[in-house]
């Protein structure tokens, strides 16, 4: 794997560096996986993570609930 200098603010580093040991991953793997999630992004990624926020969310419609009939109800 080809090797790529970046430049990074010191303070930026040393927070990387410590989120990455928090994860048990290193700030090399973390910049690496950030960025093949930024780049090689599919078109309908953003649907798949709609879906598992809306299922992190465990919430209800507290709203009226509807039926199709209801709708051509006029």
Known sequence: MPNVTI?????????????????RTTLNA???EQLK???M???DDWL?????LMDKLKARSKG????REDIYDV
């Open 7 to 23: 430049s990074l603010d010191q303070e930026l580093i040393k927070k990387g560096r410590s989120y990455a040991q928090k994860h």
């Open 41 to 43: 992004k599919q078109n």
């Open 37 to 39: 999630k930024t780049v």
């Open 30 to 32: 973390l910049i690496r």
């Open 48 to 52: 798949e993570e709609m879906f598992s």
């Open 64 to 67: 009226p609930r509807w039926k």
